[in-house]
């Protein structure tokens, strides 16, 4: 019992672990410059990229701050997969929640419902909620190794996929500009999802 319960521990605190260090890659820089004021981190990097004319005009419209704001919709959803005790549950949906009400948009929507980007922020908190409830609390044990090594690799192509087209913007806007390390932060993250649950797969096999 001791020996399970010592598992269980610790495969707890290295979800925990790499949801952090995701979110840390999500935070820190994801494009940088001389200037310190546009050292972007995703977050910011999305904001910036929903406002540049190319991206209002371009079809599908804002797709580039889509792939950027999805890694935190990926991470709830991750997050919730791991949870299976009571416990786990509970931080899994405070966590959930957390990541939610950041990606609301500012009281302005209220004023301004029309607005493509403020209307991606909200359709984006309502999917994080869904899809992490649905993925976390319905969908059976068996299924989950496979949706968590699914999400990872999503989480891997979307967040290079959207930063290498936001740099492009960044640079030609800015005539400057590098990637930065939390990108690589994130997709390590991912990356370690994926093969911790493709290990722990295989050995029981």
């Known amino acids: 019992m001791s020996m399970a319960n010592n598992e269980i521990n610790a495969r707890g605190n290295g979800v925990l672990f790499l949801s952090l260090l995701a979110l840390a890659g999500y935070l820190l820089p994801w494009a940088t410059a001389p200037n310190a004021a546009m050292t972007l981190n995703a977050f910011d990097l999305a904001e910036w990229t929903s406002l540049h004319p190319l991206q209002q005009g371009a079809m599908p419209p804002l797709i580039v701050p889509l792939l950027l704001r999805a ?5 709830a959803a991750l997050i919730t997969l791991w949870s299976t ?4 549950r509970i931080l ?4 959930v929640a957390l990541l939610s009400v950041s990606q609301l948009p500012p009281l302005e929507f209220l004023n301004n419902v029309a607005d493509p980007n403020y209307r991606q922020l909200l359709f984006l908190a309502i999917a994080t909620i869904i899809l992490s409830t649905g993925l976390g609390f319905i969908l059976p044990a068996r299924f989950r190794p496979f949706v968590i090594i699914f999400l990872a690799v999503a989480g891997i192509v979307t967040s ?18 590098e990637t930065g390390g939390g990108l690589w932060l994130i997709v390590g993250a991912y ?7 493709l290990r722990k797969f295989l050995r029981r096999r």
Do not use: C, D, K
């Open 191 to 197: 990356a370690a999802f994926s093969l911790n649950v």
């Open 71 to 75: 890694q935190l919709s990926i991470l």
């Open 160 to 177: 290079l996929l959207g930063q290498s087209q936001a740099i492009e913007l960044y640079q030609v806007t800015l005539e400057q500009g």
């Open 92 to 95: 899994a949906f405070l966590f």
């Open 85 to 88: 005790s009571r416990n786990e």
